[in-house]
């Protein structure tokens, strides 16, 4: 089942969230799919982390209706989140240098012999298993230290540990931040692979090229507000960057911003428009 056909795994309505006098999420509505990629976008403080924060339960909203699979669920804690099937990588990553690839995948949840002895055969067949899946072939072995692996090995680790739960929702925070071209097409490749096996992805990510390489849908925030939804096919870069930056309100009144915007260079440049997000 695609995401064209598909009704969606997880359904938000209404989600408000506020910090004190701040408002930092404004009856937000969302949704994704098996097997969609959605686009989380916009700039500094638009309330995309905290979208995220409420979903996975790191900081649950104070308002609202959540839906998964189907029936109303509450989200309190991220240990709610893990029970249903929603997963969360992180941009810190969180991994253990003094670990190995094993040791991260297993961090917490190790697999045991009569529950006492470490399991170390089970555990590393498994790991073994799930990056052979994934197809993370630039890995020499799942007992290298984490400490030892680029930017892309360790992000495609994190993604890695986060499926051992077998979860229906991935949510990735900036998993391309601070890579280069060949550790990016890796990571994007494991999210393209994420979808292909019916997986929901959701990614935060300042950089408009990684969006539209694996994206289905782009979802622009705005000052708490979910404020444009986007195929990704059929929209241009800039036409995001409007909705990003507010220059698409002020196009009825002045058509001249909309050129304005189409003409300010390579919208995907992180000194951009964009690039603050």
């Known amino acids: 089942m695609t995401s064209a056909t598909a009704a969606p795994i997880l ?10 006098a701040v408002r930092a999420l404004i009856d937000v509505d969302f949704e994704v799919s098996p097997g969609e990629v959605v686009a989380l976008v916009g700039d500094n403080g638009a309330g995309k982390s905290t979208l995220i924060k409420a979903i996975s339960g790191a900081q649950p909203a104070d308002e609202g209706r959540i839906v998964f699979d189907g029936r109303p669920v509450s989200v309190s804690t991220p240990a709610d989140a893990v029970d249903l099937g929603i ?26 012999n009569a529950g006492v002895v470490l399991d170390e055969v089970t555990m590393e067949h498994r790991a073994t298993e ?16 984490v400490s030892s692996l680029s930017g892309g090995q360790r992000q495609s680790v994190a993604i890695a540990r986060s499926l051992l ?14 890579l280069g071209v060949a550790q990016t097409r890796q990571v994007l490749d494991l999210i393209l692979r994420l979808k292909e096996q019916g997986l929901a992805v959701i990614v935060i990510s300042h950089n408009l090229a990684d969006v539209f390489e694996v994206a289905d849908r782009v979802v622009v925030m705005r000052l708490g507000k979910r404020v444009a939804t986007f195929d990704a096919r059929a929209v241009s870069r800039a036409d995001v960057v409007a909705a990003i930056t507010g ?5 009825a009144a002045h058509p001249e ?20 997000a």
Do not use: I
């Open 11 to 20: 359904e938000m309505s209404g989600l408000n969230k506020r910090f004190g």
């Open 87 to 112: 997963a969360t990588v992180y941009q810190d990553l969180a991994l253990c240098d003094n670990l190995d690839v094993v040791g991260n995948l297993w961090l917490g949840r190790e697999a045991r």
């Open 130 to 145: 799930l990056l052979r899946q994934l197809e993370v072939r630039t890995l020499r072995s799942v007992r290298t230290p």
């Open 165 to 178: 739960g077998e979860p229906k929702v991935v949510m990735l925070d900036e998993p391309t931040a601070a």
């Open 247 to 251: 220059a698409d309100l002020e196009t």
């Open 257 to 276: 911003a909309r050129a304005a915007v189409h003409d300010d260079g390579d919208p995907t440049d992180p000194a951009g428009p964009e690039g603050a």
